[in-house]
């Protein structure tokens, strides 16, 4: 049973690491906003937990189905849409149950499986000491007002837990002139979830960590929703307020710490010039975008067609 698990998680993670592609590829074109990059990773990251879809005609596995792919199905409906599983390895003659070409590489998966469990319940267990170690570090903190804490073990102002997030600053940043702009990004990580979502990636690349490429998503992830919170902060700005927002993130700059969503945690240059150059989105450029996130979810997330 458990062979049959990690052999279709396989499966999956192929699946992910050809749509997370696509994502690295849209990465480079600068004038799509991080909001929109940000948004389109939960592709690959829902190929790594969700191991059926349905069918499309017009898809990027249908059209990947003619050279290497395989298309399994699970559920066929006269009414609904027929529920497949995308399976790239294709080295078994039959699926359910499966029964392997070749021993050989039934022996491999059923000891894959047992490595990979071990490995993943260990990085599971690690991340959630992590979390908590992080979580001790605003121990003691003193509040400021609201859900804003002052405390001298942290570095670099910080949103801290999942269900009851709080703002931490470094103490000596109370008095500062760039706490309305610190406090503002910040509460947008609050408004966006994004502490849920760092989490949630760590998880993903927990499953998935025989995967190279869902460490390289993970990173990347990370760095598009630390700039994707930057633009819905400067949607709001004017010019004066923005060039203030730069010089307060490069003032605030410090290492990066893992669970939590710190304002200078990202690579600083790489956000300034973003910031700089940053142009607010229209209207009319919205609809563009969320019409390009569809189509995009449709290509990708899509399984060949039976």
């Given amino acids: 049973m458990l062979r049959e698990v990690f052999y279709w998680l396989f499966n999956m993670s192929v699946a992910a690491t050809v749509s997370g592609a696509v994502v690295l590829l849209l990465r480079l074109i600068k004038k799509i906003p991080r909001r929109v990059i940000a948004v389109l990773w939960a592709i690959p990251f829902l190929r790594m937990w969700i191991p059926v879809g349905i069918g499309g005609k017009f898809g990027l596995m249908t059209l990947l189905s003619r050279f290497t792919t395989k298309t399994v199905t699970v559920y066929e409906s006269r009414i609904l849409p027929d529920f497949s599983i995308t399976n790239s390895i294709c080295a078994a003659d039959s699926y359910f149950p499966i029964t392997y070409k070749v021993d050989l590489v039934g022996n491999v998966f059923s000891v894959a499986s047992v490595i990979w469990v071990v490995v993943a319940s260990a990085l599971f267990l690690t991340f959630a000491i992590l979390y908590f170690v992080s979580m001790r570090e605003i121990k003691g903190s003193e509040r400021l007002y609201d859900n804003v804490y002052v405390s001298d073990k942290v570095t670099s102002p910080s949103v801290y837990g999942v269900f009851r ?63 994707a919170c930057d633009e819905a902060v400067l949607q709001r700005c004017d010019e004066d307020e923005k060039k203030k927002y730069a010089l307060a993130l490069v003032s605030s700059a410090s290492q990066k710490t893992v669970f939590v969503s710190a304002f200078g945690g990202a690579k600083i240059k790489t956000r300034v010039e973003r910031i700089v150059s940053y142009k607010k989105m229209t209207v009319l450029s919205a609809i563009a975008f969320a019409a390009m996130i569809a189509a995009l979810a449709y290509f990708l997330l899509t399984n060949a067609s039976v």
């Fill in 165 to 227: 997030p709080r703002i931490v600053i470094p103490s000596s940043m109370r008095e500062s002139d760039d706490l309305p702009f610190i406090l503002l990004h910040e509460k947008r990580h609050i408004r966006r979830l994004d502490n849920v979502w760092r989490i949630l990636a760590f998880l993903t690349s927990a499953l998935h960590w025989f995967n190279p490429f869902s460490w390289i998503f993970l990173k990347c992830f990370l760095s598009d929703l630390e700039i």
